[in-house]
């Protein structure tokens, strides 16, 4: 926070109440614990469809300024989220103000553990950027409000491969939408960022007969998709640019700009990076370009959807089926951008609050 100082007018001074849209938020929450180095914050944006629920972001954060925007954002997006995907979760996200491979500690997570306790299940946690599913299982230790655990413990593992399969059902409603087929075979799909979700997007991709065109900063990543997958391996500065059907974004965000959006020679957007447009007006110049972009918290929903079926035990069978839903999902949200004529963004958005607002005047109705 800025500390009030001579030299600052008090009507500039921004506080924690000025920062937080209290419009927005329903509340947020500070946790410290001295002993293990924990300063912890979790935003609770909005419980109407049920519990908040988001992953755990363990990051050295520049300051408590840069953390609390951070999870503000966070949270919020989450509920735009859950509620896209049809889960009855609501949107949270808690940060860890530190840098993980310094401050990592069971002492660390069992305090973190408590502070989610003590918020009685409004919040539930998993893991996110700089957390892992064992990390989870010490949180578990002393709170219910955990999910995403090991599958040794019963619970749904690692998210990837489940984000990796949400990614192929909205690759496949955009080519329903633009092509009128579901059949992927012969495209030429380029994916930034062969990690976690891009391999395992690029692996179900390569066995449906689509042509690759990887990119990543990592080139052990890039080595093995070129041998394993027969993928064409370009640099990270030209990937955007590449002439293909559909362009995968699954490295970090803020692909999209007013100087990348001219350069992409894409019919279609569809990638698991979270944030990818650098600002909302980016959504309406992607509309302009004519390219079809599915949001990324559409797209990237497998994992949450995942996450979330772990609650009560977790059944392979049940997440998939949830996950393939975000195939119809975005088949609604392009036929409404199209109906309305806006931004396929700005048209997930409406989705998500449509929902919400009808299920606060259920809850209101007597
Ligand atoms: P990851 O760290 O395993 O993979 C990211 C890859 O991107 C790495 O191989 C890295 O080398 C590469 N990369 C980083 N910067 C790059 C750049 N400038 N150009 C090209 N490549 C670059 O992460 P992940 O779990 O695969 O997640 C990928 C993205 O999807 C992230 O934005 C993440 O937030 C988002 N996401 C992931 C999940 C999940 O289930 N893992 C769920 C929802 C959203």
């Given at each position: 926070m800025c500390l009030p100082d001579e030299t600052i007018p008090a009507e500039a001074i921004l506080g924690v109440f000025d920062l937080v849209d209290t419009e927005s938020h329903e509340s947020v929450h500070f946790g410290v614990d001295h002993k293990s180095g924990l300063r912890s914050i979790i935003a609770i944006?909005?419980?109407?469809?049920g519990p908040a629920l988001g992953g755990t972001r363990f990051y050295p954060y520049a300051s408590e300024d840069e953390a609390l925007v951070d999870v503000l954002r966070l949270s919020k997006g989450m509920t735009y989220k859950a509620a896209c995907a049809g889960l009855d979760q609501g949107g949270g996200k808690a940060v860890i103000i530190g840098d993980p491979s310094e401050l990592r500690s069971d002492d660390l997570f069992l305090a973190y553990g408590r502070f989610v306790d003590s918020l009685g299940g409004t919040y539930i946690t998993a893991e996110d950027v700089g957390t892992t599913v064992s990390d989870m299982a010490i949180v578990r230790q002393v709170t219910?409000?955990?999910?995403?655990?090991p599958m040794e413990m019963g619970g749904s593992g690692d998210p990837s491969p489940a984000t990796a399969r949400g990614v192929v059902s909205a690759i496949e409603a955009v080519s329903e939408h633009l092509?009128?087929?579901?059949?992927?075979?012969?495209r030429r799909i380029a994916i930034k960022g062969i990690g976690k979700v891009g391999f395992s997007l690029a692996e179900r991709l390569h066995r449906r007969g689509v042509e690759l065109v990887v990119a990543d900063i990592n080139t052990s990543a890039t080595d093995r998709a070129a041998s394993d997958l027969g993928a064409k391996v370009i640099s990270v500065d030209d990937i955007h640019a590449v002439d293909c059907d559909i362009f995968a974004p699954?490295?970090?965000?803020?692909?999209?700009n007013a100087v990348t959006i001219p350069q992409l020679a894409c019919s279609a957007i569809a990638g698991s990076?979270?944030?990818?447009?650098?600002?909302?007006?980016d959504g309406i110049r992607l509309k302009d370009a004519g390219i079809t972009y599915v949001p990324d918290f559409v797209a990237n929903a497998g994992g949450i959807i995942n996450i979330a079926s772990g609650e009560g035990g977790y059944s392979t069978e049940k997440a998939i089926a949830m996950i393939d839903r975000i195939r119809s999902t975005v088949a609604n949200i392009l036929t409404k951008a199209v109906e309305l004529d806006i931004d396929t963004h700005a048209a997930a958005v409406l989705v998500a609050d449509e929902r919400i607002a009808a299920a606060k005047q259920q809850e209101e109705t007597p």
């Amino acid at each position: 926070m800025c500390l009030p100082d001579e030299t600052i007018p008090a009507e500039a001074i921004l506080g924690v109440f000025d920062l937080v849209d209290t419009e927005s938020h329903e509340s947020v929450h500070f946790g410290v614990d001295h002993k293990s180095g924990l300063r912890s914050i979790i935003a609770i944006h909005d419980t109407t469809l049920g519990p908040a629920l988001g992953g755990t972001r363990f990051y050295p954060y520049a300051s408590e300024d840069e953390a609390l925007v951070d999870v503000l954002r966070l949270s919020k997006g989450m509920t735009y989220k859950a509620a896209c995907a049809g889960l009855d979760q609501g949107g949270g996200k808690a940060v860890i103000i530190g840098d993980p491979s310094e401050l990592r500690s069971d002492d660390l997570f069992l305090a973190y553990g408590r502070f989610v306790d003590s918020l009685g299940g409004t919040y539930i946690t998993a893991e996110d950027v700089g957390t892992t599913v064992s990390d989870m299982a010490i949180v578990r230790q002393v709170t219910d409000h955990v999910s995403g655990l090991p599958m040794e413990m019963g619970g749904s593992g690692d998210p990837s491969p489940a984000t990796a399969r949400g990614v192929v059902s909205a690759i496949e409603a955009v080519s329903e939408h633009l092509w009128d087929t579901d059949e992927l075979a012969g495209r030429r799909i380029a994916i930034k960022g062969i990690g976690k979700v891009g391999f395992s997007l690029a692996e179900r991709l390569h066995r449906r007969g689509v042509e690759l065109v990887v990119a990543d900063i990592n080139t052990s990543a890039t080595d093995r998709a070129a041998s394993d997958l027969g993928a064409k391996v370009i640099s990270v500065d030209d990937i955007h640019a590449v002439d293909c059907d559909i362009f995968a974004p699954c490295a970090l965000g803020a692909d999209f700009n007013a100087v990348t959006i001219p350069q992409l020679a894409c019919s279609a957007i569809a990638g698991s990076a979270n944030n990818q447009l650098a600002t909302p007006a980016d959504g309406i110049r992607l509309k302009d370009a004519g390219i079809t972009y599915v949001p990324d918290f559409v797209a990237n929903a497998g994992g949450i959807i995942n996450i979330a079926s772990g609650e009560g035990g977790y059944s392979t069978e049940k997440a998939i089926a949830m996950i393939d839903r975000i195939r119809s999902t975005v088949a609604n949200i392009l036929t409404k951008a199209v109906e309305l004529d806006i931004d396929t963004h700005a048209a997930a958005v409406l989705v998500a609050d449509e929902r919400i607002a009808a299920a606060k005047q259920q809850e209101e109705t007597p």
